[in-house]
C-alpha cells in the first residue's frame, strides 16, 4: 500500500461524498519528473467520476524548480499552485485544482484523460496536422499575449528570466552531458573553447530579445485533447522568455518531427496569429530568431536526456536524441555565422542524427 493512501481514501470521501475503501487508485505514466501522477477512481454515480492526484517529492514538496533558474527565488507558495491560479484568471486549459493538501505533499485534480498531443497527431496527414496544431498555436499566442498583459508580481513566472547566463548555463549542460566527461566521451579543449565562442553571441542575442510568459515546456507530451479541445500541463516552472522558446519547444518537438514543408507553414500561421494579436517582426528576422532558439533550445534537450539517463537512471529518453541531434544540424545550417562550431556540432551529432527512433 502507498503511503498516502489512507489520507487519499479519507480525503475524497470527504470532498465527492464517495465511500473511500470504494476508491480504486492505480499510477499513471512515469515521468522524468520527481512528481507521480496517479488516477483516482471514485466509483459509479459520483461526479467527477475520476480524479488525478499529483503526488510531490516528499523531502522539497515541490517548491523547488526543476529547471535551473538564474536565481532561485525563495516561494512562500508553491510554483504549481501559483502559476495555475494565475493562468486560471483568463484560460480555462489548465486543470481544476479540487485541493491541495500540503501536510501530505498531494495535490487532488481535475482528470484531463490520456489522449496526448502526442498520440493524437502522430499517424495524421499533414493536413489534419495544421488544424491540431492551429490549435496549439492559439493557445500559445493568447499565453504569450493575455499571459504577458496580466503578469505581475503576486505570479512566480514575474521572478525569473531567461537571462544570457541561463543560456549559456544551458548550452554548458550540452557540453558537459551531450559532448562532454559526464557522458563517458573526451572532447579536445580546442572545440570546446570554439563551441563556447560561437553559443556566447547567440545567448546573448537570445536574452536581448522582447520577453512574454512562457510555459517552459509547451510540447506534445504536456499538452492533452478533450474532443476538439486542447488543456495544458506542467506550468510550474513558467518564467520570462524569448517568443520563440515555447514555439521552438511545439514545433521542434522531441517527440513529434514534422515534414519540411509543415513546419514552414505552421511558423507563417504562428506569425499570422501574432500579428493579429500586435507582433509583427518581419518574417525574415523572426525566421533566424527560431533557428538560434532551435540551436539553443535543442542542445539543451539533448544533455538533458543525457543527464536523465545518467544521473536519475532514466534512459528512456534518449531514443528522442536522434530527433534532437537533426533539429540542432538543420539549425546550424541557417546560422552562418557559426562557422567551425557548425562542422565539430556535425561531427559529434551527425552519427546520432542518422539514428531514427
Given at each position: 500500500?502507498?503511503?498516502?493512501?489512507?489520507?487519499?481514501?479519507?480525503?475524497?470521501?470527504?470532498?465527492?461524498g464517495c465511500p473511500g475503501d470504494a476508491a480504486r487508485i492505480e499510477m499513471l505514466a512515469a515521468h522524468a519528473s520527481t512528481r507521480t501522477y496517479w488516477r483516482v477512481h471514485l466509483g459509479v454515480g459520483h461526479a467527477p467520476r475520476t480524479i488525478a492526484l499529483m503526488v510531490l517529492n516528499r523531502e522539497d514538496q515541490g517548491i523547488k524548480s526543476e529547471e535551473i533558474v538564474e536565481i532561485e527565488s525563495t516561494f512562500e507558495e508553491l510554483p504549481f499552485v501559483n502559476v495555475h491560479r494565475f493562468l486560471r484568471s483568463f484560460t480555462d486549459a489548465v486543470p481544476e485544482i479540487y485541493f491541495h493538501d500540503e501536510a501530505n505533499g498531494l495535490i487532488y485534480l481535475e482528470d484531463l484523460g490520456d489522449a496526448l498531443f502526442e498520440s493524437?497527431?502522430?499517424?495524421?496527414?499533414?493536413?489534419?496536422?495544421?488544424?491540431?496544431?492551429?490549435?496549439?498555436?492559439?493557445?500559445?499566442?493568447?499565453?504569450?499575449?493575455?499571459?504577458?498583459?496580466?503578469?505581475?508580481?503576486?505570479?512566480?513566472?514575474?521572478?525569473?528570466?531567461?537571462?544570457?547566463?541561463?543560456?549559456?548555463?544551458?548550452?554548458?549542460?550540452?557540453?558537459?552531458?551531450?559532448?562532454?566527461?559526464?557522458?563517458?566521451?573526451?572532447?579536445?579543449?580546442?572545440?570546446?573553447?570554439?563551441?563556447?565562442?560561437?553559443?556566447?553571441?547567440?545567448?546573448?542575442?537570445?536574452?536581448?530579445?522582447?520577453?512574454?510568459?512562457?510555459?517552459?515546456?509547451?510540447?506534445?507530451?504536456?499538452?492533452?485533447?478533450?474532443?476538439?479541445?486542447?488543456?495544458?500541463?506542467?506550468?510550474?516552472?513558467?518564467?520570462?522568455?524569448?517568443?520563440?522558446?515555447?514555439?521552438?519547444?511545439?514545433?521542434?518537438?522531441?517527440?513529434?518531427?514534422?515534414?519540411?514543408?509543415?513546419?514552414?507553414?505552421?511558423?507563417?500561421?504562428?506569425?499570422?496569429?501574432?500579428?493579429?494579436?500586435?507582433?509583427?517582426?518581419?518574417?525574415?528576422?523572426?525566421?533566424?530568431?527560431?533557428?538560434?532558439?532551435?540551436?539553443?533550445?535543442?542542445?539543451?534537450?539533448?544533455?538533458?536526456?543525457?543527464?536523465?539517463?545518467?544521473?536519475?537512471?532514466?534512459?528512456?529518453?534518449?531514443?528522442?536524441?536522434?530527433?534532437?541531434?537533426?533539429?540542432?544540424?538543420?539549425?546550424?545550417?541557417?546560422?552562418?555565422?557559426?562557422?567551425?562550431?557548425?562542422?565539430?556540432?556535425?561531427?559529434?551529432?551527425?552519427?546520432?542524427?542518422?539514428?531514427?527512433?
Amino acid at each position: 500500500m502507498e503511503w498516502f493512501e489512507p489520507e487519499v481514501r479519507a480525503m475524497v470521501s470527504r470532498l465527492f461524498g464517495c465511500p473511500g475503501d470504494a476508491a480504486r487508485i492505480e499510477m499513471l505514466a512515469a515521468h522524468a519528473s520527481t512528481r507521480t501522477y496517479w488516477r483516482v477512481h471514485l466509483g459509479v454515480g459520483h461526479a467527477p467520476r475520476t480524479i488525478a492526484l499529483m503526488v510531490l517529492n516528499r523531502e522539497d514538496q515541490g517548491i523547488k524548480s526543476e529547471e535551473i533558474v538564474e536565481i532561485e527565488s525563495t516561494f512562500e507558495e508553491l510554483p504549481f499552485v501559483n502559476v495555475h491560479r494565475f493562468l486560471r484568471s483568463f484560460t480555462d486549459a489548465v486543470p481544476e485544482i479540487y485541493f491541495h493538501d500540503e501536510a501530505n505533499g498531494l495535490i487532488y485534480l481535475e482528470d484531463l484523460g490520456d489522449a496526448l498531443f502526442e498520440s493524437v497527431v502522430a499517424k495524421t496527414s499533414d493536413g489534419e496536422r495544421r488544424v491540431w496544431y492551429g490549435r496549439a498555436l492559439d493557445l500559445l499566442v493568447a499565453l504569450q499575449t493575455e499571459g504577458t498583459r496580466r503578469l505581475d508580481e503576486s505570479c512566480v513566472a514575474s521572478k525569473a528570466a531567461f537571462t544570457e547566463t541561463l543560456f549559456l548555463w544551458e548550452f554548458e549542460h550540452f557540453i558537459e552531458y551531450g559532448l562532454g566527461t559526464k557522458s563517458g566521451r573526451d572532447v579536445d579543449s580546442k572545440r570546446l573553447a570554439v563551441l563556447r565562442d560561437a553559443f556566447g553571441p547567440i545567448a546573448r542575442a537570445l536574452a536581448a530579445e522582447p520577453r512574454v510568459f512562457t510555459h517552459r515546456d509547451f510540447q506534445s507530451k504536456n499538452l492533452l485533447v478533450q474532443g476538439q479541445r486542447l488543456r495544458l500541463i506542467d506550468f510550474q516552472d513558467a518564467l520570462r522568455g524569448p517568443r520563440t522558446y515555447d514555439l521552438v519547444a511545439l514545433l521542434r518537438d522531441s517527440y513529434v518531427e514534422l515534414s519540411p514543408t509543415l513546419l514552414e507553414t505552421l511558423v507563417d500561421d504562428y506569425l499570422a496569429r501574432a500579428g493579429a494579436a500586435g507582433f509583427n517582426p518581419g518574417r525574415d528576422a523572426f525566421r533566424e530568431a527560431f533557428a538560434r532558439m532551435t540551436l539553443q533550445r535543442k542542445l539543451k534537450d539533448y544533455g538533458r536526456f543525457v543527464y536523465i539517463d545518467r544521473v536519475k537512471g532514466n534512459p528512456g529518453y534518449l531514443r528522442y536524441n536522434p530527433a534532437n541531434a537533426r533539429y540542432v544540424l538543420e539549425a546550424a545550417a541557417r546560422l552562418p555565422g557559426i562557422g567551425a562550431a557548425r562542422r565539430i556540432l556535425e561531427d559529434a551529432l551527425g552519427p546520432i542524427a542518422g539514428r531514427r527512433a
